[in-house]
């Protein structure tokens, strides 16, 4: 292995104490170790580095030459080093992010704290919403979207795959009976969403179909987690993100319903952003510290 920066330690420190034995102490080497590190210098540049006399050490015009050279090298490796150790907590600024209402309670925030910790100066403007928004107009610097992604400029980091599933709370189920078809939905109150992008239609997968269910409930959010509040609540049936119901269903407070009649229905989760190669450092560091965990959280069964 090449450890000529260790070398030019070895021999700056020699040139300093002026003496072998003195600079393996400092170094906690012995004499003889230092003295073949020497020579191996000497015999690799093919030129004579140190006058070796019994009273002191001198250097040679090589030896000189090396020596600042030396100096030079290592401090510049030493500012690299401090420059990246600082480069964290000195990277600043505003990031405009984002999110649905659930995914970022239940994915992002939790994952917060720790790129904070990682870059304390940076501010996270973050925008909870069901709505799509624009992130030109809205001048958004990373937004996570689930479902197709926008023929534009926009980049784009996969994070995974929501699978939506039906869920009810089991009181619901105990007054109203557990649907066993597609066509059941239409005797339920199927709790649905007011933002311009809803449609009263479920679009569900049977044998191999598309069949769109028109359905119909006593309630319109604007966001999911209002919904799950409510299907937790017994009101009604509920359509959402496998991630978003997994703790309810994991704690008996919701359950799936029609799981063997309707095919699995899934949409991609992406974070977009623009800048591209010219994106800001700190969006940079902000997708890749955030990213991994959330493919994780999404990946989580």
């Known amino acids: 292995m090449d450890n000529r920066f260790g070398e030019m330690q070895v021999f700056i420190r020699v040139v ?30 093919g030129a004579r580095l140190l006058e070796r006399s019994t009273r002191r050490l001198s250097l040679t015009a090589e030896g000189q030459t090396y020596y600042e050279r030396s100096q030079v090298l290592l401090g510049e490796l030493d500012e690299m080093e401090r420059g990246l150790s ?4 000195s990277l600043g ?3 405009r992010v984002n999110a649905s209402v659930a995914f970022g309670i239940i994915g992002l925030e939790p994952i917060l704290p720790a790129f904070w910790k990682a870059y304390p100066n940076i501010v996270v403007d973050l925008s909870l919403s069901d709505e799509i928004i624009d992130l030109y107009l ?30 009810a709370s089991p009181s619901y189920l ?11 939905l239409a005797r339920h109150n199927c709790l649905g ?8 239609v479920w679009p569900l997968k049977e044998s191999g179909r598309i069949v769109d269910r028109a359905v119909r409930g006593s309630l319109l959010a604007n966001n999911g987690e209002t919904v799950r509040r409510m299907a937790v609540s017994g009101i009604g049936l509920a359509r959402l993100g496998d991630y978003h119901a997994r703790a309810d269903i994991a704690a008996g407070r919701l359950v799936e319903v029609l799981g063997d009649v309707v095919q699995v229905d899934e949409e991609e989760i992406h974070a977009l952003y623009l800048g591209g190669s010219r994106m800001p450092q700190r969006v940079r560091a902000f997708l890749d510290c955030v990213v991994p965990p959330l493919q994780s959280f999404l990946a989580a069964e």
Not at 86 to 89: D, E, I, L, V
Not at 174 to 184: A, F, L, N, S
Not at 193 to 200: E, L, V
């Open 93 to 95: 600024g505003t990031i």
């Open 138 to 167: 809205d001048r958004t610097d990373v937004a996570f979207r689930t479902g197709s992604l926008p023929d534009s400029s926009m980049m784009a980091r996969r994070i995974g795959i929501a699978r939506r599933k039906i869920v």
């Open 193 to 200: 969403f007011n933002f311009r992008r809803s449609s009263p």
């Open 174 to 184: 105990e007054r109203h009976g557990v649907p066993r078809t597609i066509e059941d």
């Open 16 to 45: 300093e104490t002026g003496s072998f034995s003195e600079a393996a102490r400092a170094l906690r080497m012995t004499p003889s170790t230092v003295s073949k590190l020497i020579a191996r210098i000497e015999e690799r540049l």
């Open 86 to 89: 600082r480069g964290a907590a």
